[in-house]
């Protein structure tokens, strides 16, 4: 049988190739062009008057450089990632609203009983049935079924809760490594203009410091764009990873209270 790439990780990939062109598109379109016009402008102002008026600094000469543009497409990669997972918690979450137990109060199930309730559980979708809910009431009930005791199905479906609360927070770690990576590359911005302007340190000696000015700008606008953005990207993180956690606690009071409370191993 031919295997498939999980479906995920081809989004991942799609998501990286599409940052990457509209990051870049916007760049070579609207944010360089009118920072060499402010630069122009900048520069004219100075030769003209001297020195700068407050409020004068424009935010296309911030984000023009290659740091920033780095850190704009690992913020939307993270982002659609980020999306992706927030699409499958909400399927999820859905399928908590469904009766997958349709008994009434006071009514049993016995070990002999649970095919009867099985059966439509496997009848659903392999895409639903991949879900963490769909997945603990089958093992519930087949553990209930092998082992007619209900402190080991107990003992299974907080087993499966802690396992997918394990997965989920794995499944974590690039968008992770892309909030520590963001204000790395702001750091490197913050080095490679540094050593700009020690390269230039002989013309501020001769009296001409728009060179040294100019590298420090990137260092300094390097790292300052690269730290709002991991600042934003850490927020959005927390978020999904509340909602994962608000998943597997509604999913095992969902089993505990549709389920478990339910279970007698005699008429």
């Excluded at 907080?158 to 990576?181: H, Q, V």
Aim: proline share 3%; aromatic share 8%; with cysteine.
């Amino acid at each position: 049988m031919k295997k498939t790439l999980p479906l995920e990780l081809v989004y991942q990939v799609a998501a990286l190739v599409v940052s990457i062109i509209l990051v870049h598109l916007v760049y070579q379109t609207v944010i360089r062009p009118n920072a060499e016009v402010a630069l122009k402008e900048r520069a004219q102002i100075i030769a003209e008057q001297g020195e700068l008026s407050a409020g004068s600094r424009s935010l296309y000469i911030v984000i023009k450089d290659y740091e920033q543009e780095s850190c704009f497409i690992l913020m939307l990669w993270a982002l659609a990632m980020m999306g992706f997972k927030v699409r499958t918690i909400a399927r999820e979450q859905d399928l908590l609203n469904q009766d997958f137990i349709p008994i009434g109060e006071g009514v049993n199930i016995l070990p002999e009983d649970t095919r009867t309730y099985t059966r439509p559980i496997q009848a659903l979708a392999e895409e639903a049935q991949s879900a963490l809910l769909p997945r603990a009431l089958l093992v519930a009930l087949n553990r209930f079924a092998s082992t007619r005791n209900v402190q080991d199905v107990s003992e299974a479906v907080n087993s499966i809760c802690e396992n997918e609360s394990d997965r989920l927070d794995s499944e974590l770690a690039m968008i992770r490594y892309i909030t520590w990576a963001i204000p790395s590359i702001g750091f490197i911005g913050t080095v490679r203009g540094i050593s700009d302007a020690l390269g230039q340190a002989y013309k501020a000696v001769e009296g001409d410091i728009a060179g040294v000015t100019a590298s420090l700008g990137v260092a300094f606008n390097s790292t300052f764009i690269a730290l709002v953005i991991s600042i934003v990207l850490v927020f959005f993180m927390h978020q999904l990873q509340l909602l994962q956690e608000r998943l597997v606690l509604d999913t095992h009071d969902y089993c505990d209270r549709q389920l478990l409370r339910h279970l007698r191993t005699t008429g």
